[in-house]
């Protein structure tokens, strides 16, 4: 094993959950690292939307303006067709919020986003090419991770981790 890390919080994906996480608990001032795979955010995802939800949730945070300052596209109404009939599949316009709408972003610049936020924060980190590959059980407590580096594998000893790597977490 090669290096030891400490921290408080230890989140296993970069995706728009580990990210999230990760800027939340930084923001309340809780020593975070997030372990990403991949060399960086730019890949072809499938969530490339921002619902209203998160838009207001965003807004609470106080990031919604730089936000929507990102190239975005914006959907009112979500519309299809049976036959030759054109149905309202979904009216966000009724919702009764500050953004009624889906913004359309490529998820990349959204994570790009969050990273850059969360790095205003002195207790966030973010570690790229830094693959999860286990847990570190101390008796019967998990206690870390163990993640491969292109430096060689590391181990992260913390009091929380969260798993936030897909589907296959």
Known sequence: MGDIRHTTC??????????????LLARAGIEVLVLEKHADFLRDFRGDTIHPSTLQVMDELGLLGD??????????RLVGWIGDTRVTVADF?????????????????????LARHAASFPQFQLLMR?????????????AGVRARTPDGEIAVQSTLVIGADGRHS
């Open 67 to 76: 936000l929507l300052r990102l190239p975005h596209q914006q959907a009112h």
């Open 10 to 23: 230890c989140i296993a994906g970069g995706g728009p959950a580990g990210m999230m996480a990760g800027y």
């Open 93 to 113: 316009g009724r919702l009764k919020l500050k953004c009624p709408f889906i913004a359309f972003m490529p998820q990349w610049d959204f994570l790009d986003f």
């Open 130 to 142: 830094a693959e999860v590959l286990s847990l570190i059980d101390e008796n019967g407590r998990i």
